[in-house]
């Protein structure tokens, strides 16, 4: 799997052949077809395990939180810094959903839906009256995750992008877009943003 991830993200997905992927590996193809039926099932694979790293990252950040305004931070933050500490797969992912196609022309992985446990947190936290009321849970819960799902490609482009940054500043922005009246956000863009 982290030859696949290594050689995707650096060969580009059409690129990175089984043979490819099983010389990173210092394996042979055969080895790899073993436990995979062909490169789509080890693509399957991968994708599901990203699946499970990434929510098992986030899950216990975003829990940790007593407040709506916090998870919601902690939500945007552990994301960025998922991609920060997990680039070669991510940038891996990204080239994954963009390129990879079944027998059949079709996307080989479904491409995620919206948030709905996001757009459900919101709207638990607008019944709490922690959020304001005026916006839907489904629009914003999509916002929040196109800006963040706009990061891997720029940070496929630019190794450098600082996501630290884009996180607080991602966050910021949010916090201020869901803040109920009166109950004016108090870190949008902490000290240094």
Not at 64 to 84: C, K
Not at 147 to 166: K, M, Q, S
């Amino acid at each position: 799997m982290t030859a696949a991830i290594d050689t995707i993200a650096e060969l580009g997905y059409a690129r990175a052949s089984l043979a490819r992927i099983a010389e990173t590996a210092g394996t042979s193809k055969s080895v790899i077809l073993y436990h995979f039926s062909g490169k789509d099932d080890l693509i399957r694979e991968l994708v599901a395990g990203l699946a499970g790293r990434a929510g098992e990252y986030l899950r216990p950040r975003v829990d940790a939180q007593p407040t709506g305004a916090g998870m919601l931070r902690a939500y945007i933050e552990a994301n960025l810094a998922f991609m920060g500490e997990n680039r070669a797969l991510v940038v891996a992912a990204v080239e994954i959903a963009l390129n990879a196609r079944g027998a059949d022309g079709r996307p080989l992985i479904d491409q995620p839906g919206p948030d709905t446990a996001l757009a459900e947190l919101l709207a638990h936290f607008q019944g709490t009256g922690e959020f304001r009321a005026g916006f839907d849970p489904l629009a914003m819960a999509m916002a929040i995750r196109a800006a963040i799902d706009a990061a891997p490609a720029r940070l496929a482009r630019e190794p450098g992008f600082d996501l630290v940054h884009y996180a607080r500043e991602l966050a910021g922005i949010f916090e201020l877009a869901t803040s109920a009246p009166g109950l004016a956000p108090t870190s949008c863009f902490p000290a240094g943003s």
